[in-house]
């Protein structure tokens, strides 16, 4: 199984700050890579797809960069919608698997 | 409006069955591979399986924990995607989700319901 590997497990951060995730896989999977957001008592929403494509309807301040085994996420201006908890999951194999979660707090 | 709910979530002893239902609605359902996806309580987002579509025979996949007791299927005349779940065990408490595959493949999960709740507890 790939194993994925998020850091940090919880960020600190004001609003305007620009924040950065980093997802590393125990294999190369290629682009094979996206990041979701999901919101206490919510559904995850799919935020990039492709390691760097942005899903319609995301803000532009979300970008997603990479590739084989080394990935980020980044929001280049920290906005109050955007505490939250974000995911990164891989779907180059079976079994899909996704990261531990990085939570985005208020500082 | 592409949507997506669950239903059948509730209580269950050790070593019980319950089958979950997802309704989808707003897309062609056909098309699309689905997938579902689980959250135990405080915890972070396991993928249990997934169905392909019928140009791909309906195969499945599972994830190691729940393979030989879950079984995923799908009824594209209802537009349903179900989840059976048998020899329940107390992990297998979480809220579970259904989440449509997008079309283009390899692809992520881009549209997924509220989720139910399946609490597995004597």
């Known amino acids: 199984d790939i194993q994925m590997t998020q850091s940090p497990s919880t960020l600190s951060a004001s609003v305007g700050d620009r924040v950065t995730i980093t997802c590393r896989a125990s294999q190369s999977i290629s682009s094979w890579l996206a990041w979701y957001q999901q919101k206490p008592g919510k559904a995850p929403k799919l935020l990039i797809y492709k390691a760097s494509s942005l899903e319609s309807g995301v803000p532009s301040r979300f970008s997603g960069s990479g590739s084989g085994t080394e990935f980020t996420l980044t929001i280049s201006s920290l906005q109050p919608d955007d505490f939250a908890t974000y995911y990164c999951q891989q779907y180059k194999s079976y079994p899909l698997t996704f990261g531990g979660g990085t939570k985005a707090e208020i500082k | 409006e592409v949507q997506v709910e669950e239903s059948g979530g509730g209580l269950v002893q050790p070593g019980g069955s319950l089958r979950l239902s997802c309704a989808a609605s707003g897309f062609t359902f056909s098309d699309h591979y689905m997938d579902w996806v689980r959250q135990a309580p405080g915890k972070g987002l396991e993928w249990v399986g997934r169905?392909?579509?019928?140009?791909?025979?309906?195969?499945?996949e599972y994830a190691a924990s729940v393979k030989g007791r879950f079984t995923i299927s799908r009824d594209d005349s209802k537009n349903s995607l179900y989840l059976q779940m048998d020899s329940l065990k107390t992990e297998d408490t979480a809220v579970y989700y259904c989440?449509?595959?997008?079309?283009?493949?390899?692809?992520?999960?881009?549209?997924w319901g509220q989720g139910t709740l399946v609490t597995v507890s004597s």
């Open positions: 169905t392909r579509n019928k140009a791909n025979s309906y195969t499945t």
């Open positions: 989440a449509r595959v997008s079309v283009v493949l390899p692809a992520a999960t881009d549209y």
